[in-house]
């Protein structure tokens, strides 16, 4: 049996990419099996877990609920986007504030972070952990991860511009 194949193209985290795959492709195996972006985790198979998680055009969405063909044209980053010559502050509150132990869950939860930081850049302890529904941790006890998040509200609204004073 001959199995239909299209051309996808979009940008993962900042370059084009473009492969020829079935469309019934997950993204979650085009970004680990066609790119080898195994950052972005598969946990659950049932979308349940969030290892999955990635931003399209912004927005944290589980990757095993979209089909690779469906991101076309559009920006997609994982985990391993986030490093920018860098740590993200993400990434650098995970060091610092310990918000992690086996890591399994971790790229989920630190792209639905960023989401929540966007909506709420200084959420409150109920509003984080209202964000991370969705997102199953094993280990923590979300703690480490709440602080974590915490703090890398307050590492990211240092890098925001702040308005020039006007001199009168």
Same mark, same amino acid.
């Given at each position: 049996?001959?199995?239909?194949?299209?051309?996808? *193209?979009? +940008?993962?985290? !900042?370059?084009?990419? #473009?492969?020829?795959?079935?469309?019934? &492709? $997950?993204?979650?195996?085009?970004?680990?099996?066609?790119?080898?972006? *195994?950052? +972005?985790?598969? !946990?659950?198979?049932? #979308?349940?877990?969030?290892?999955?998680? &990635? $931003?399209?055009?912004?927005?944290?969405?589980?990757?095993?609920?979209?089909?690779?063909?469906?991101?076309?044209?559009?920006?997609?980053?994982?985990?391993?986007?986030?490093?920018?010559?860098?740590?993200?502050?993400?990434?650098?509150?995970f060091r610092e504030k310990h918000g992690l132990?086996?890591?399994?869950?971790?790229?989920?939860?630190?792209?639905?972070?960023?989401?929540?930081?966007?909506?709420?850049?200084?959420?409150?302890?109920?509003?984080?952990?209202?964000?991370?529904?969705?997102?199953?941790?094993?280990?923590?006890?979300?703690?480490?991860?709440?602080?974590?998040?915490?703090?890398?509200?307050g590492l990211m609204a240092d890098q925001?511009?702040?308005?020039?004073?006007?001199?009168?």
């Amino acid at each position: 049996m001959e199995h239909h194949r299209m051309e996808v *193209t979009m +940008t993962v985290n !900042g370059r084009s990419v #473009s492969r020829d795959i079935e469309p019934r &492709v $997950l993204l979650v195996h085009f970004l680990r099996d066609e790119l080898q972006l *195994t950052g +972005t985790h598969v !946990g659950c198979d049932t #979308s349940q877990c969030g290892s999955c998680t &990635v $931003l399209i055009d912004g927005e944290a969405v589980k990757s095993c609920t979209v089909l690779a063909v469906q991101c076309m044209g559009q920006s997609v980053t994982t985990i391993e986007g986030l490093e920018q010559g860098s740590l993200h502050p993400m990434q650098e509150a995970f060091r610092e504030k310990h918000g992690l132990q086996c890591g399994f869950c971790t790229p989920g939860v630190m792209m639905t972070a960023i989401q929540l930081l966007k909506q709420h850049p200084n959420p409150t302890e109920s509003e984080i952990r209202e964000g991370l529904d969705g997102v199953l941790c094993r280990c923590t006890g979300y703690e480490t991860i709440v602080r974590s998040i915490q703090h890398a509200a307050g590492l990211m609204a240092d890098q925001e511009p702040q308005p020039e004073e006007e001199v009168g």
